[in-house]
């Protein structure tokens, strides 16, 4: 009998869950095209093709559909980092930078009319988007500690604030939708090869710092 009940639960989840994502799918569209300030929630139940009052079941209002969109943009550029660290084992920091620019670059461009949204209705941090800086710094801050092993953990936390803020400026710049691909290109690169040679240099200064110390 509980099958039974369970069954009889599921399609009506997998309804729910795919008219909850038809309604992001298309807020993130007209936020696109229109801008966050201009698209009400009745428009966006119009395109959805679902009444307004299937919209509210889902989200309080059109700053929760922002935050939830925000959220989904944020995790697909996690996803796409980690995905990158995997087997990076005697690789070197500019391979490194190069693979995880290249891979947030294309999460945003596939996201950019919604990016340049987000530009024009949130309030932004350094990096450019909300809540993305921290995590993104967790994240790097990791990728130090598996690539240099233990450290000091304030000159880690320095390094990996510089490398975030200097890597999210370029790939917001390489995302634009008037970018070709070849600019994209050219600046990923000499930011990987910015970011690999200030990396190589810390690496140096720890050493020697290390060296001085044991023989102070």
């Not at 801008?35 to 093709?49: K, P």
């Not at 930078?97 to 996201?111: K, Q, R, V, Y």
């Not at 988007?129 to 240099?148: D, F, T």
């Not at 140096?204 to 110390?213: H, I, K, L, T």
Request: net charge negative; charged share 25%; glycine share 6%.
């Amino acid at each position: 009998m509980a099958k039974v009940s369970a069954d009889r639960r599921r399609p009506s989840q997998d309804r729910a869950r795919v008219t909850r994502e038809q309604i992001l799918d298309t807020a993130a569209d007209l936020f696109g095209k229109r801008g966050i300030a201009d698209t009400s929630t009745n428009r966006i139940a119009a395109q959805a093709e679902v009444s307004v009052g299937t919209v509210y079941r889902y989200f309080a209002d059109r700053e929760a559909i922002v935050d939830e969109l925000l959220e989904r943009l944020i995790s697909g550029i996690e996803q796409r980092f980690t995905q990158q660290i995997f087997g990076i084992e005697d690789q070197s920091f500019l391979r490194i930078s190069t693979s995880i620019l290249e891979a947030i670059t294309e999460e945003l461009a596939d996201n950019a009319p919604l990016v340049r949204a987000l530009a024009a209705g949130v309030q932004f941090y350094s990096s450019g988007i909300p809540e993305l800086e921290p995590r993104l710094r967790l994240l790097v801050k990791v990728l130090i500690i598996q690539v240099l092993g233990p450290g000091d953990d304030e000159r880690y936390e320095v390094m990996s604030y510089v490398l975030v803020n200097t890597g999210f400026a370029a790939v917001l710049r390489a995302c634009g939708p008037e970018v070709e691909a070849t600019e994209r290109r050219r600046l990923i690169t000499a930011t990987a090869e910015m970011i690999g040679a200030w990396a190589d240099s810390q690496v140096d200064a720890g050493v020697r710092g290390e060296f001085s110390e044991v023989h102070r």
